[in-house]
DNA sequence: TATTTAACTTTGTAATTCAAAGTACTTTTT
DNA sequence: AAAAAGTACTTTGAATTACAAAGTTAAATA
């Protein structure tokens, strides 16, 4: 495929890896909770894209107990947010030569 | 899926499609073979692309003889149009709030 | 002891994507 | 006239992806 649609990064072609790092862009950690919350998606679903972008190095996954609770954070790593900035790049440019 | 993510249209999740349309924004109309020269994918999957994109109402199929040789032409309906220019919309407004 | 909560994992199904092969119709070449 | 080639598909089949629902684990609480 010719133009600059190349640089899209597969990655976050799904709504859901899209609406996850963007939430880990703007907050430095969110857990397991409030990113289902926010994504109103089921636990199995959300685990399973955590798990893609766990494997992709995107994310870092910080596994504690809050007071007597589990709890399992989420954080976008370095190489995570250039990928996605570039991702954003991309499409930044896509728009300007599409109108 | 709370945020703007929702008003990102899934047809053009897909980079044929989102390269399809983008083309026929900017020309007029394009034949099968210059579509499929310009996105490098094979027939088959250009077709079937075209074809969702049809069934959408995003596109106008017109056949005809060009001399001897049978040329199908494409271009963007109006409707087609106004649904790509506003999944732009929202990916702009997706991505200024995300950095 | 039974239930609940958090965060998964597993299972199974449906949808999506693609390449490759096959088809229909026509034209060009032999 | 027969064979080959070109255009634009359609069909087939395989691989990948996405998702919901149910099951699992371990600790906490009733």
Chains 1, 2 share one sequence.
Do not use: C
Not at 15 to 20: E, K, P, S, T, Y
């Amino acid at each position: 495929m010719k133009n600059h649609l190349e640089a899209l990064n597969k990655a976050f072609e799904s709504r859901v890896r899209l609406g996850i790092m963007s939430l880990l862009m703007v907050n430095a950690a969110m857990d397991f909770g409030m990113l289902k919350e926010q994504l109103n998606i089921t636990d199995g679903n959300l685990a399973s894209h955590l798990n893609a972008l766990d494997k992709l190095g995107y994310i870092l996954i910080t596994k504690q107990f809050i007071g007597k609770k589990p709890n399992t954070s989420y954080a976008a790593t370095d190489h995570g947010r250039k990928a996605f900035s570039d991702h954003l790049d991309a499409l930044e440019r896509f728009i300007s030569r599409s109108n």
